[in-house]
């Protein structure tokens, strides 16, 4: 009975080892979609937001990531128009594992 215990308790420690070197494997990256306005009548103040908020980004990444986890961005321009805003949201929403955080400025 004791040996039949401790080859359970070896098959689980086992199986959850594999299930956690798994998730090692994973990418450690975070997706933020950026939905910009470079253009548009709003273009003065979308240009110097999404320049800061790129620049932001890669700072964090040239720092290590947040806990060791890398940021990702891609940006999609709205032009200030929510009929564009819904598109990139769409476009954008499931890539790369999908979004983190969303930032509709339109």
């Avoid at 959850?16 to 950026?34: D, I, T, V």
Wanted: proline share 4%; with cysteine.
């Amino acid at each position: 009975m004791k040996m039949k215990s401790l080859t359970m308790a070896t098959a689980i420690v086992a199986v959850g080892l594999a299930a956690s070197s798994a998730a090692w494997a994973q990418a450690k990256e975070q997706f933020f979609p950026s939905l910009v306005y470079r253009t548009g009548a709003y273009a003065p103040n979308g240009v110097p937001f999404a320049n800061g908020f790129a620049d932001y980004l890669k700072l964090v990444n040239a720092k290590g990531g947040i806990n060791g986890v890398k940021t990702l961005i891609e940006e999609c321009e709205t032009g200030y128009a929510t009929d564009r805003g819904i598109e990139c949201y769409e476009r954008l929403k499931g890539k790369h594992g999908g979004a983190t955080v969303f930032q509709p400025l339109s």
